[in-house]
C-alpha cells in the first residue's frame, strides 16, 4: 500500500501542477439555474440546498479532474446545512476519487483518546458497525489537524494513516491576520511558537517518509507569510506542505512558490473562490458557463506558480 505522501506526489508530478482545488460551497457561489432546478422540485428546503451543492461540485470536478490533482472540501461549509450537507459532502469526497482525484477534509480536528480515534476513523478510517465488520464513512486521503494538545491529539491519525495508505497536514503557520497573537510568540529558547510546531511536525513525520522522500505528516503554511515559510521548509524538509491564502485570500505564486523545496516540489497550493467563483468575473460568459470560467482559472494558476517556482528555483 502506498502512503499519502507518494500518491499525491505521484498525483502532482502526473498533472505537472502543485494545486488543490478547495470546495467550500455557500448558496451565493452556485448560479441561479441550479438552485432553481433543485429548489423547484425538492419540498424540503435544506435537502435542495445540498443537492444544488452537490450538483455544483460535480460540474466543477468534472471540469478540473484532468488538471488538478486534488480537492479539499471544507466542512463547515457542509456541516451548516445539516445532514443533508452533510450528504452531499459523503459524495463530493466519493465522486472526487472515482474521478481519480485526491481528497483532503479540511476538518481541523483538535482532541485526545477515544474522541481523536473516533475523528481519525471516520475521516480516513473505517468505523466498527454491530456486526463487527468495518466501513468507511468519509474515506478521505488525508485531513487537517490542529497540534494545540500535542501528540496525545495527533497518534491516532498518525496510526490510521500508517495503516491505510493516509496523511495528515497540521496547521504550523496560518494564513489570517490575528494568526500571530499566539503563532509567533517566543519561547524561552528563542524559537517562535510555530517553529516549535513545525520541530515536532518534522519529528512525528519519520515514520511515515515514502519513496518519494516526503513524509504523509505535512504541515499548513499560509502564503500570506513568505519569509517564515522559507525558514519553515528548512525545519522541515520532507514534509509536504499545504498552501492555503493564494489568490482571493491575497496570496501570491511568489509568495506560495517559497513553501516548495530546491527540486521544485514537496507542496501543494489551494485555491477556493478564485476558482469556484470565477464565473462571476466573466462579464463574457453565461453563469451556466462556470465549468469553462473554472478550468480557464485552473489552467491560468497552474501556469502562474509553475512561472513562480521555476524563478524561485
Not at 505528516?217 to 499545504?242: C, D, H, N, Y
Amino acid at each position: 500500500m502506498k502512503n499519502f505522501a507518494d500518491r499525491l506526489t505521484e498525483q502532482i508530478e502526473r498533472f505537472g501542477n502543485p494545486t488543490v482545488m478547495g470546495l467550500d460551497p455557500l448558496v451565493e457561489y452556485i448560479p441561479d439555474e441550479i438552485l432553481l432546478h433543485y429548489g423547484n422540485q425538492v419540498e424540503d428546503k435544506s435537502m435542495a440546498t445540498a443537492m444544488a451543492i452537490f450538483e455544483f461540485n460535480r460540474m466543477l470536478i468534472d471540469a478540473t479532474c484532468d488538471i488538478i490533482p486534488a480537492v479539499k472540501p471544507q466542512f463547515a461549509y457542509y456541516e451548516m446545512y445539516g445532514v443533508h450537507g452533510m450528504e452531499a459532502l459523503r459524495r463530493t469526497i466519493s465522486y472526487a476519487k472515482e474521478k481519480g482525484m485526491l481528497v483532503i477534509a479540511d476538518a481541523k480536528r483538535n482532541d485526545i483518546g477515544s474522541t481523536a480515534s473516533a475523528y481519525a476513523n471516520a475521516i480516513i478510517g473505517e468505523t466498527a458497525l454491530w456486526d463487527h465488520s468495518l466501513a468507511a464513512m468519509y474515506d478521505a486521503d488525508a485531513i487537517t489537524l490542529n497540534a494545540y494538545l500535542g501528540i496525545d491529539g495527533i497518534k491516532p491519525f498518525i496510526d490510521v494513516a500508517k495503516s491505510r495508505g493516509k496523511g495528515m497536514y497540521i496547521l504550523v503557520r496560518t494564513s489570517n491576520p490575528s494568526a500571530g497573537d499566539f503563532q509567533d510568540l517566543r519561547i524561552e529558547d528563542g524559537y517562535t511558537l510555530y517553529e516549535k510546531v513545525a520541530q515536532k511536525v518534522a519529528d512525528w513525520g519519520e515514520d511515515l517518509v515514502g519513496e518519494s522522500g516526503y513524509s504523509s505528516v505535512g504541515a499548513v503554511v499560509g502564503a500570506t507569510w513568505p519569509e517564515q515559510a522559507l525558514a519553515l521548509r528548512k525545519i522541515m524538509p520532507k514534509s509536504l506542505i499545504l498552501v492555503p491564502g493564494y489568490g482571493t485570500q491575497g496570496g501570491s505564486a511568489a509568495a506560495a512558490a517559497v513553501n516548495f523545496d530546491a527540486k521544485g516540489k514537496g507542496a501543494i497550493v489551494n485555491a477556493s473562490r478564485s476558482l469556484m467563483c470565477a464565473w462571476k468575473k466573466r462579464t463574457d460568459l453565461k453563469p451556466m458557463d462556470f465549468q469553462k470560467a473554472t478550468r480557464e482559472e485552473a489552467l491560468r494558476m497552474k501556469t502562474d506558480l509553475s512561472d513562480a517556482i521555476s524563478r524561485n528555483n
